[in-house]
DNA sequence: GTTCTACTTGTACTATCGTTCAAACTCCTG
DNA sequence: CAGGAGTTTGAACGATAGTACAAGTAGAAC
C-alpha cells in the first residue's frame, strides 16, 4: 500500500497481479448478470476466459473472491469522492453526479456493490468495506455542515436515493438528486458551494 | 382479496393454508439465518420440519417460495405504517420507532427484507414488492407536508437510516433517528406533531 | 361405504457446486 | 544451459442442489 510495487520487473508475478484483476472484474460482470448468487470459482472463471482452477489458485475460497471484488467496488468510490472533497467545486452538486451515475453508466457497479455490501450484513470480513462508502459522504458532508444531525441526514439520503434509483429504477434526474440532497442536509445552498477563489 | 376466505369450512385446504403460512416462516427464517443464498428446498422443508417434496408441493419452483417470502414481510410492514398513518400521534416519531426496531428485535425481519429487496433488482416479479415500504413512507411524509423535496428527502433517509442500522450494526437510538429524519423532512417539528382535537 | 380431492412421503435422477491435486507450461535466476 | 519459482491446465472427488414421480394418508362429497 505504502509503495506502488516491489518487483515490477518479474514477468511472472505481473502477470499474476494482471491475472488478479482480470479475475476481479470477471467477478464483477457475473456479479451484474446473474447476481452475487451467480458468483462461482465456475461462472468467473468462464468470464474471464481461464479454467476453474486458475480462479481457486487466486483466490482459495469463494469468500476470499468476494471480498476482493467488494474492496475493488469501494476503492473506485472511495477514489471519487475524495476527488470531490479535494477538488473545489459544488460537493453537493458533484455528490448528486455520482449518485445518479448508479442509474446510468455505472448502474453495473452500483449493482454489484450492493448486492455485495448486502453480504456484508452476515460476513464480518466485509463489513469495514461495505462502510467505506458512507463514511466517505459523511466525511463530504463535514466540509459543508457542522450539524451532526444534518450529516446524518445526507449520509441517510444519500443512500437512499441510490437504493431508490437501483430498485426502483426510476428515472435519475441531477437536478432532483441535488435539490434533495439539499433538503436533506437543511439549507446548504449557501454553504456548500462558495465561490472560493482559493488559496 | 375482497372477501377473507371461500371454504374455510374445508379442514384440508385450512391445513393447507397453514403449510403454507408455515413454510413462508422457515424460509424468513432461513434468510435470516444463512440469507437469501441459503433458501434451498430442502434448507427450508429442515426448518420448516417437513420434506422436501411437501415444500415444492405448495411452492413449485424456488422464486415462488421467494416472491411468497417477500410479500409477506413486506404486508408486515405496510400495516405498520399505515397504522401510523391513520392514527392520531406523532408520526414521524412513530415511523423512528419503527426504523430502530430493524435494529433490535424486528432485526431479523428488516435483514430478510433487504435482501429479497435486492434480489427485486434482478426479478421483475419482486420489484412491485419491494417498492411498497418506499411508496408507504412517502405516503406518510405527505400528511406532514406538501413539499415534493421534502417527501423525497424524508422517504430517502428513512431507508438510508435502515440501510446504516442493519449494515454498520450501528447503536440505534430513536431520539437521533428521529432528529435525523426531521432534518431531512425540514422543520416539522411543529407541523408533524400538532395536537388536533379530530374533524 | 365408496369415490374423489387435497395433502404427504420416500426415493431417485441429473446437474452443478467448492475444492483438491499432480502434471505441464512460462519465465526468472545463475 | 540447468534449475527453480510462479502460473496454468485437466481431471476428479464428495456434497448438495432443483426437480420429478409414484405410492400412501386424511378428510370431503355422495
Chains 1, 2 share one sequence.
Not at 480462479?55 to 472511495?78: G, H, N, P, Q
Not at 459522504?137 to 446524518?152: M, N, R
Request: proline share 5%; glycine share 6%.
Amino acid at each position: 500500500m505504502s509503495d506502488s510495487e516491489e518487483h515490477p520487473v518479474d514477468g511472472r508475478r505481473a502477470r499474476g497481479n494482471k491475472r488478479r484483476a482480470e479475475i476481479i472484474e470477471a467477478t464483477l460482470a457475473v456479479v451484474t448478470r446473474d447476481g452475487a448468487a451467480g458468483v462461482t470459482h465456475r461462472t468467473v472463471a468462464q468470464q474471464a476466459g481461464i479454467t476453474t482452477s486458475l480462479s481457486t489458485y487466486y483466490f482459495r475460497t469463494l469468500d476470499d473472491l468476494l471480498v476482493a471484488a467488494l474492496s475493488s467496488v469501494a476503492d473506485a468510490y472511495t477514489a471519487r469522492i475524495r476527488q470531490l472533497i479535494d477538488r473545489p467545486g459544488d460537493k453537493l452538486r458533484g455528490l448528486a453526479e455520482l449518485i445518479v451515475e448508479s442509474g446510468g453508466p455505472g448502474r453495473e457497479r452500483a449493482l454489484a456493490e450492493r448486492e455485495l455490501s448486502t453480504l456484508a450484513a452476515r460476513r464480518p470480513a466485509l463489513a469495514p468495506v461495505a462502510r467505506q462508502w458512507r463514511e466517505n459522504v459523511a466525511e463530504l458532508a463535514a466540509t459543508l455542515t457542522d450539524d451532526p444531525q444534518a450529516i446524518a441526514a445526507l449520509v441517510a439520503a444519500s443512500d437512499g436515493l441510490c437504493t431508490a434509483i437501483l430498485i426502483d429504477n426510476i428515472a435519475a434526474d441531477t437536478d432532483h438528486v441535488h435539490k434533495v440532497l439539499s433538503q436533506a442536509i437543511g439549507t446548504p445552498l449557501d454553504a456548500a458551494a462558495p465561490p472560493r477563489r482559493g488559496p
